[in-house]
């Protein structure tokens, strides 16, 4: 029996990867990429030789079998996203659940994410959060922002440049135009930048400076302002 390794990879800084990490998939015998381009960087820049198959969310439910097959057969795979940990708004739960079911040994190695950083430099209460990640883009998203519009700890999401402004405007609409907000984007990369203020003054900020790169978005709870 094989086993399967769950390795988070930088966010962004090429620096912030752990020797472990860069041990197992030196060792590893496939690589499952989201992005073979993207990995390839972080591969050549740690001259990590080890083979490379694309698994993403388009492909996943179809190589969930032959993935198993090769790890029952023996084989260690290890498997990346384009970056932070497999399984955090990325693919990568599909297949830890179904080598569970096999029996197979799941190692999952600790490492970047990108809501612990925001979370901890947002200034906003940290010991108690919940993360939604990426919101759906349409059907579902007002039922699961009404489910948490009376939730007293930080919460948490992911969002896109293009869909950045439209959110802070429905997050200000719903939540409140002063609840307090951090938007942090660019984490560990050289434009790093986080705003921090009411959810009115931050719609305000990103309709003069057009969002770029990719965001994380805290709201202080209910009654945590």
Request: aromatic letters at 8%; hydrophobic letters at 40%.
């Amino acid at each position: 029996m094989g086993e399967l390794f769950i390795v988070p990879t930088p966010i962004g800084n090429l620096a912030d990867i752990t020797y472990r990490a860069v041990a197992v998939l030196k060792s590893a015998e496939l690589i499952l990429a989201e992005d073979t381009r993207t990995s390839s960087k972080l591969l050549n820049h740690y001259e990590i030789k080890t083979p490379m198959q694309a698994y993403h969310m388009h492909n996943e439910h179809r190589k969930l079998d032959e993935v198993c097959s090769k790890l029952n057969a023996g084989m260690s795979i290890a498997i990346i996203s384009d970056a932070g940990t497999p399984g955090i708004s990325d693919p990568g739960f599909l297949l830890v659940r179904q080598a569970l079911s096999l029996n197979i040994k799941v190692t999952c190695l600790p490492g970047p994410t990108a809501l612990i950083p925001a979370l901890v430099q947002s200034g906003l209460t940290s010991d108690r959060f919940i993360f939604e990640g990426f919101l759906p883009p349409k059907k579902g998203r007002n039922k699961r922002l009404q489910n948490i519009v009376n939730e007293t700890r930080t919460l948490i999401f992911y969002e896109s440049p293009h869909k950045l402004l439209k959110t802070l405007i429905q997050f200000s609409e719903l939540f409140g135009a002063d609840r307090t907000v951090a938007v942090s984007r660019e984490l560990s990369k050289m434009f790093e930048e986080t705003f921090r203020g009411k959810l009115s003054e931050a719609v305000d900020y990103f309709s003069a400076h057009p969002p770029k790169g990719e965001f994380v978005i805290c709201v202080a709870g209910l009654q945590n302002k």
